[in-house]
């Protein structure tokens, strides 16, 4: 089996999620102990967050690119970053990876496409959501994003950064944010993604909200993993790389 190499710290939730999701579907799978062996080079969450929110782009990605370099060092045939706002920087990253990178936006899109969804509702953090990049990739893949309006992107964001990441969990922001999914049905989306790693803490995994499904983006981007290092090809770029 290739050896896998997380990318975590972004944020310490997510990075968990990740593990024991790699972890618990290989046992799911094969009844067995000996699952992948798991690198994972923990980046300073409030310091890349900081060099994010002030547009300090070159700071961000030296981390994102010292950490995929790392994993290379330490034995990993292949990396991901577990988070999806930093895939902002996936294709500078990637440029400079000595390893091969995979995509949470084309994993997510993979599944989509599976299921025959092409208008999806899209939840994160307010870069995942205003930077454009998430939309223009899944458009690559044929899939439209369905954005929320800017008072809900706001509401979101503030729950994922003042609770999720520390760990937090209210039932009162998991109100709040199905009162959001509601407002993105209305606007056409067939299902949503959950394009935040930490947002799965509130949902339980095969979870519907008013009759959508929720795409679990870290789950589907562990699995992907997982699924790659046992030799499958998965997550593969877009083939229409047109605006």
Not at 60 to 86: H, K, Q
Not at 103 to 115: K, P, V
Request: net charge positive; with cysteine.
């Amino acid at each position: 089996m290739k050896k896998i190499g997380i990318v975590g710290g972004l944020s310490p939730e997510s990075t968990i999620l990740y593990y024991k999701t790699i972890v618990n579907e290989y046992r799911r799978r094969f009844q067995r102990e000996d699952y992948p062996v798991i690198i994972v080079y923990s980046l300073s969450f409030g310091l890349f967050r900081e060099h994010v929110s002030r547009g300090n782009h070159s700071g961000a990605v030296g981390m994102l690119i010292e950490a995929v370099e790392s994993l290379y060092r330490a034995g990993a045939d292949f990396a991901l970053i577990s988070a999806n706002t930093p895939h902002m920087f996936y294709e500078e990253v990637k440029a400079k990876s000595p390893i091969p990178l995979l995509n949470i936006i084309d994993c997510l899109a993979e599944e989509t496409r599976r299921d025959g969804v092409t208008r999806i509702g899209l939840l994160g953090t307010k870069y995942t959501l205003t930077k454009g990049f998430y939309a223009k990739r899944l458009r690559r893949h044929g899939i439209e994003s369905i954005i929320p309006d800017r008072e809900d992107i706001e509401l979101v964001n503030k729950i994922i950064f003042n609770e999720l990441t520390w760990g937090i969990i209210r039932e009162e922001s998991k109100r709040k944010i199905i009162e959001v999914i509601k407002r993105l049905k209305e606007k056409g989306a067939q299902a949503i993604a959950l394009a935040c790693t930490e947002l799965p803490l509130l949902f339980k995994d095969t979870e519907e909200v008013v009759g959508l499904k929720l795409y679990d983006t870290a789950r589907i981007h562990a699995t992907k993993a997982l699924e790659h290092a046992l030799g499958e090809n998965t997550c593969s770029s877009p083939r229409v790389l047109t605006p």
